[in-house]
């Protein structure tokens, strides 16, 4: 979706776009993958002026003494019997309740509004999630294991003998109608995988508080992909949970990205702490959220665009104007990149850092479960 607003906004932040973003990888968790491997700590390092870190210090050496994190302290995000939702102050207890209210309201046309309140950039964004996490490489070296477990009649029974565990287990958080779980579907070539029998070795998880969501996401699948996916080799899940107390064990994922929903958790802290306990030893979370445009003159139109233009096309497109107002309030109210980058830290994550896209209008926070 080319407009003039899209067009704009991307001439004047490409300075904000990078893609070097992958000069140091840590050891990813499934270690019988001869894939990635390096310093987590280094991480940390400068990958070029646009990727912005939480602390000061190093270089872009991989091979250089592994940086202690210095972050600066952050208290709770929520202190006192009150949270923001949006402009208005409300109680924590009632928070929860009115943004499932806003996605029960937008599910069915969310994807489309998305469209219209990016002027279509979610989707490069979303596309550019997708290549930082290094799925599609991952999946192919877990196809050629399995590939040669079945020539040398391996048992199939998991790693290290244990049952019903995928080689490469990606859980997507906040993504209901499966805008991103989609894409690492496709990435990971699922839909292929589904035309031979037996369980996937690459499972990707939908979690979404709402149902409705949940609902939307599953019938698009369904559409897209018939019911192999679902039902035959279980590739793909769609699970009603919370993200500050997921409903899955200790240790059971490789990869954990939450896109546009982090903003709408009652506590980020308490969600973040659930990322890290759910992760594998070596597992990577990364975080796709709107956040503070840098660029004076692009911030002064991103806040015309947002606050007189996006709640309108809301009421026009799914007629509902509160609902995209609470969206954009809830953008400016929730975490700078570098309060977001600290407050990841002090959750237990390693080498964390983050790439802000066009101009800070959103970044991808990134980091990894210490080994």
């Known amino acids: 979706m080319a407009t003039a607003f899209g067009r704009f906004i991307v001439a004047?932040?490409?300075?904000?776009?990078?893609?070097?973003?992958?000069?140091?990888?840590?050891?990813?968790?499934?270690?019988?993958?001869?894939?990635?491997?390096?310093?987590?700590?280094?991480?940390?390092?400068?990958?070029?002026?646009?990727?912005?870190?939480?602390?000061?210090?190093?270089?872009?050496?991989?091979?250089?003494?592994?940086?202690?994190?210095?972050?600066?302290?952050?208290?709770?995000?929520?202190?006192?019997?009150?949270?923001?939702?949006?402009?208005?102050?409300?109680?924590?207890?009632?928070?929860?309740?009115?943004?499932?209210?806003?996605?029960?309201?937008?599910?069915?046309?969310?994807?489309?509004?998305?469209?219209?309140?990016?002027?279509?950039?979610?989707r490069y964004w979303k596309d550019e999630l997708l290549r930082m996490t290094g799925v599609e490489p991952m999946a192919k070296a877990v196809r050629r294991r399995a590939s040669l477990n079945y020539a040398n009649a391996v048992p199939e029974d998991g790693i290290d003998g244990k049952e019903d565990e995928s080689l490469l287990s990606i859980l997507d958080v906040a993504g209901g109608t499966g805008d991103v779980a989609f894409r690492f579907v496709d990435a990971a070539n699922c839909e292929e995988r589904a035309k031979s029998s037996g369980k996937d070795e690459i499972s990707v998880t939908v979690c979404d508080i709402n149902p409705e969501m949940l609902r939307v996401g599953e019938s698009r699948a369904r559409s897209k992909y018939g019911s192999g996916l679902l039902d035959d080799t279980s590739a793909l899940k769609f699970v009603e949970g919370n993200a500050q107390y997921l409903p899955f064990e200790d240790e059971s994922f490789d990869l954990y990205t939450i896109a546009f929903g982090l903003r709408n958790v009652t506590d980020v802290d308490m969600a973040l702490r659930d990322a890290l306990r759910v992760l594998k030893p070596g597992g990577r979370f990364l975080c796709l959220e709107f956040s503070h445009v840098e660029n004076v003159p692009l911030a002064k139109l991103y806040d015309t665009f947002s606050f007189h233009v996006i709640p309108k096309l809301g009421e026009v497109v799914a007629n509902d104007r509160d609902s995209y107002q609470y969206l954009v309030e809830s953008i400016r109210k929730f975490c700078t990149q570098d309060e977001l980058a600290s407050r990841i830290e002090a959750a237990g994550f390693e080498g964390v850092k983050y790439t802000n896209m066009t101009g800070g209008i959103v970044a991808v926070h990134e980091g990894w479960k210490p080994l």
């Open 12 to 122: 004047n932040a490409s300075a904000s776009c990078t893609r070097n973003i992958s000069s140091t990888r840590a050891k990813f968790s499934i270690s019988q993958i001869p894939f990635a491997s390096g310093n987590q700590s280094a991480a940390r390092s400068t990958a070029g002026s646009c990727c912005r870190h939480s602390s000061t210090a190093t270089n872009n050496d991989a091979s250089s003494p592994p940086t202690t994190p210095q972050s600066p302290s952050v208290g709770s995000y929520v202190s006192g019997p009150t949270t923001h939702f949006g402009f208005e102050s409300v109680s924590i207890n009632d928070k929860e309740g009115r943004v499932k209210k806003v996605f029960e309201n937008v599910a069915d046309n969310y994807d489309v509004m998305n469209d219209f309140m990016s002027a279509g950039l979610h």
